[in-house]
């Protein structure tokens, strides 16, 4: 239970407690949240019960206060509650216990900040999800980092995650893949050849197909054209979803589960979830195809499920994509994170997914917006190398993974970004990520010296940390859980990064102020304490930000 949640609940029981005196009307009572105020003098948290209860209790907000305090229970995390108008309920923390915390952090060690909010919950996170039909560009990056951290932060909070890809490897633009990668092969042995009308250009297909032509030579040729369509073409899909695996392997992106679309439709879950949605008579016929009748459940118009030439639509797979996962899989909660491209879809798969009898809320979407890039004032759009769009792949190797994750989490997902790569690249204090890395690396070193003078600090007196920087830094450490929570609820990411700075800022000022190895024995024992507890918390911070937490820079 984080601070906020304890002082909450303290102040329930307080307003309780007051009606069960008839102090109080006894009237329904809201939740009662515990914010930070914005100015420091009001205290560490605030609270607007007073004024939430003053028109039912028929009293002023400041009496509901006072009578609130007199029944708050003493509380070891509270050393001052006061009212201030017009009705808040304002709380400064204990130095005295903040100091105690130090010893609690250490306790947690690398699990710092763990909480059981999610109560194992099953919840499924998919992203990334590009079709296999060339390479991973760096607008994937951001998605793939949004959900790789916001996975790491859920499963921190006690929520039963499962990642997941979804491969498209069924449709027409698969098959647009096949004739691509068997033109690029023939003409490889000179056969005047012409790519498809839909095919893929990029210089990426000519690269697959002399890879296949030097581990399989010239065996296609020899195939009856539809034959050697196929199987070439499938060789090059798994070749590009390899490179995509890779790719992402280089960002720190992992999966749990690959998910074949194709395998919808060789198990028979397609043609049974195309009947469902029959049945319950939401499919149309008109105009030679079949279609989703989305105007019956408050859409704006009806989506085609099967084209006239009777394929279907990436849509209608989508839907019984996603009834494997409510349904068959059984998941809580779903999260996709898709592309700008993708924002006018939401609505209808949202309405597909109620048409097949589940809960919408249970489906979450994050658009995650488009990322420009940059080198200070230069606008980049082109690899040098190849004179196409910078693929993820060249990002990771120019400017790091570290780098990578930290810029592209640092703006909310619907918002659009640039991201500067020569800023990511400098090692000095405007780097971002660089300034949060290096106040891990300076606390290694605090921790080495303090190793090579034979310091045992692990029985420091705590108590006697009562400095303004020192108390600063606890409080911030303190507000890591506050900070998943808040991450985890609102599935935004983004406040990671702001986190770890302002946090790597009051160590660097504490370093500033407060010298940690010094003549007294026993502030330096409570201060190594205090450092390594702050080390504790920043690489936490850091690992579930997908970054390393170096020693040495």
Avoid at 398 to 411: I, N, P, Y
Avoid at 535 to 552: E, F, I, S, Y
Wanted: glycine share 6%.
């Amino acid at each position: 239970m984080t601070v906020k949640d304890r002082l909450s609940e303290a102040l329930l029981k307080a307003a309780q407690e007051a009606q069960k005196q008839g102090k109080l009307l006894s009237v329904a009572l809201p939740d009662v949240l515990i914010e930070r105020p914005q100015r420091p003098e009001h205290g560490d948290y605030a609270s607007t019960l007073p004024l939430k209860l003053a028109r039912s209790v028929g009293m002023s907000p400041l009496a509901i206060g006072k009578t609130l305090l007199h029944f708050l229970p003493s509380l070891p995390e509270v050393q001052k509650a006061e009212v201030a108008p017009p009705g808040f309920i304002n709380l400064t923390l204990s130095p005295d216990w903040l100091a105690s915390q130090v010893k609690v952090i250490l306790e947690a060690g690398e699990e710092v900040g763990r909480c059981d909010l999610g109560k194992n919950e099953k919840v499924q996170i998919e992203f990334v999800s590009v079709n296999p039909t060339g390479p991973l560009h760096v607008g994937h990056g951001r998605g793939a980092i949004l959900g790789s951290t916001l996975s790491n932060v859920l499963a921190a909070c006690g929520f039963n995650v499962v990642r997941e890809y979804y491969v498209n490897d069924a449709g027409t633009q698969i098959e647009a893949f096949h004739r691509s990668i068997w033109a690029r092969y023939q003409q490889l042995y000179g056969r005047e050849i012409e790519m498809p009308a839909n095919g893929y250009m990029g210089n990426y297909m000519v690269d697959a197909a002399k890879e296949i032509a030097e581990e399989y030579g010239r065996k296609f040729l020899e195939m009856p054209p539809e034959a050697a369509v196929k199987e070439i073409g499938q060789i090059g899909i798994r070749k590009m979803i390899a490179s995509i695996r890779s790719d992402l392997e280089l960002l720190g992106v992992t999966f749990d589960v690959w998910f074949s679309e194709k395998s919808l439709f060789e198990t028979g879950l397609y043609e049974k979830v195309m009947k469902l949605l029959q049945d319950r008579g939401y499919v149309a016929m008109k105009e030679g195809a079949v279609w989703f009748a989305s105007t019956a459940l408050g859409e704006s118009k009806d989506n085609v499920l099967v084209r006239s030439d009777g394929s279907p639509t990436y849509f209608a797979s989508d839907i019984a994509y996603h009834y494997d996962k409510f349904v068959v899989r059984s998941f809580k909660h779903v999260i996709d994170i898709w592309g700008a491209d993708h924002q006018g879809h939401v609505s209808r798969l949202k309405t597909a997914v109620s048409a097949m009898g589940i809960d919408a809320e249970q489906l979450t979407v994050i658009i995650s917006q488009m990322v420009g890039l940059r080198r200070g004032d230069e606008v980049v759009k082109v690899s040098k190398r190849t004179g196409e769009l910078i693929t993820l792949k060249e990002l990771v190797e120019e400017v790091g993974t570290d780098a990578c994750r930290f810029f592209f989490l640092s703006r909310s997902a619907d918002s659009q970004m640039d991201f500067d790569l020569e800023l990511a690249k400098k090692q000095a204090p405007e780097n971002p990520v660089y300034y949060v890395q290096y106040a891990h690396a300076r606390i290694a070193s605090i921790l080495r010296l303090a190793a090579e003078r034979g310091i045992d600090y692990s029985q420091g007196d705590v108590s006697v940390l009562t400095t303004a920087p020192e108390l600063a830094l606890i409080r911030k450490m303190l507000a890591l859980p506050e900070v998943l929570e808040t991450v985890s609820q609102g599935l935004e990411p983004h406040h990671l990064p702001y986190y770890a700075t302002d946090l790597a800022t009051l160590f660097h000022n504490f370093y500033r102020d407060c010298r940690v190895v010094s003549d007294d024995t026993c502030l330096t024992a409570a201060r190594l304490q205090l450092v390594k507890a702050a080390q504790l918390v920043l690489a936490r911070t850091l690992h579930l930000m997908g970054m390393t937490a170096p020693d040495r820079m």
